[in-house]
């Protein structure tokens, strides 16, 4: 293993991040010197992986603590100890899942790990493989292009212990999520299950499976290498090893950093140029808003994270400067958010828009005084109730921001607005030409008849003039059927659904109703 203050990466991938690395290189060792570490110079750099048992492999989990990577942090020797419990119960045999969707807009992580370093994931995933006498292995890349093609030829480069198959998935939010993963191998609309299912129960064609993420996988074969003790050579005693971390928001240099474990957050923010104003979201979408003065006293693990408000999640930290309006940015995921729902449960349908709008009413100062107890009315309806922890991570995701942003929320509410444009610093997918259908009005024609909000209530309210107000967002693909029903049934043919453009027509954006 090399070992490096800074390491910066040669001659990057197009389209993924730069990695630097602070400390020893581990999942990012040899990536200062190869832009992609194939078979031959992989084993240069890393060495042969030694063959371990179950039971191995389960001691070695729980000596370093290890845990899942993708964001819930589930310790890994417990699912395998499930797996391995549940299959000698059904004497059944066991699949072998990695999940390198990585669905979360701002993480690129796995990305990284998937186009420049595919080898230890599967060695991860063989050494997991191996241990259960799986009867496959499954890797899930997302459909966005990157990685895809590395891990074939991965796999062109290697034998596994099992046959391997490569599926891909919609790169969707909520496509991440371990059960719609199981849902889209097996052939199914790959969605979160209406009832949650343990994978270690029922997972790939019902047999029990080990599912988990792309860089848990990556770290497995690094402890195997390195043995327990001097894995936990760097970290923390409760959280050994390295972390991962996707720094994005306000830094001049977005990078996929390597850090070990308890490393101050400033010295991430502060090599990647972060500017820290408002504060800093920690662990993506789903994570929570810290204070800048909480950022500053912050290490990068779960325990220190977690008592300053804040979550280490999936490794993203997008740091906030100055020069932005937070409301503004916390309203454009909101809406996000609400879109990438699966659509199939009350919360999702009704909740999460209703909190995107609430949140959004805050921000153009229209909910007045009690915009934020609407906020906190609307994402109380969702929390617990969901099908899956989508309406939860959404909710969390609003309810922090009003903590971490108060001053902000007290200028928005005297003042209609703190005095900032909103400078799209949050990453969020960029619309392709073409797709994404946007709802519009021609206010020309549009009488007020109210229709609309009563066919798809989801997306259209009205206003205090009785008017239909939406945001200027995609319509989500689940509601596109309800929208042209709203479109056909609209009496004065006022309502339109734009499929070419990614704007609205000026002139024609459904937030606000005409003055009358």
Known sequence: MTSSALAISNGPVPGVPAVRCLGPARLTAGLDRYRRLDLRTHLGVHGRMPPLTVSDLVNLAERI?????????????????????????????????????????????????????????????????????????????????????SIIRALAERRMPAPTQIVTMPHRFISGEGGALVRGINGQVPIPPGRKTRASDSGVTGLPTLLSNAETYAQLAIAARLGPRDYAAVGTEREPGTVLLTVGGSASYPSVVEVPAGAPLMLVLNVCQATVGHGVLMGGFHGKWMSAEAAAQAQVSRESLDSLGGALGAGIV???????????EVTRVMHYLAGQSAGQCGPCRMGLPDLARAVAMLADGSGGRGA?????????????????????????FALSALDTFAADVDAHIRHD???????????????????????????????????????????????GNGYPSFPDTPVPPWLEAEANKAVRMCPALALRLNTGDRKAPAGTNGRRSPGR
């Open 65 to 149: 603590s290890l845990r899942g990577r993708g964001g819930a942090g589930f310790p890994f020797a417990r699912k395998m100890r499930a797996v391995v419990e549940s299959a000698q119960r059904r004497r059944s045999g066991t699949v072998v899942v990695v999940n390198a969707t990585e669905g979360e807009p701002a993480s690129w992580k796995d990305k990284v790990l998937l186009a420049r370093a595919p080898h230890l994931i599967l060695d991860g995933a063989a050494l997991a493989a191996r241990a259960l006498s799986a009867d496959s292995v499954v890797v899930g890349v997302a459909d966005d292009g990157v990685g895809e093609e």
């Open 318 to 328: 997008l740091p906030l400067g100055d020069d932005t309006c937070p409301l503004g």
């Open 372 to 396: 934020v107890d609407a906020i906190r009315a609307a994402a109380g309806a969702v929390r617990g109730r969901g099908a899956c922890s989508h309406p939860d991570g959404t909710a969390q």
């Open 417 to 463: 607005g703190c005095g900032q444009s909103t400078r799209n610093v949050l990453p969020l997918p960029v619309e392709e030409a073409g797709t994404g259908a946007r709802l519009a009005v021609d206010w020309a024609r549009c009488d007020g008849h109210g229709l609309c909000a009563h066919i798809v209530p989801e997306l259209i309210r009205l206003d």
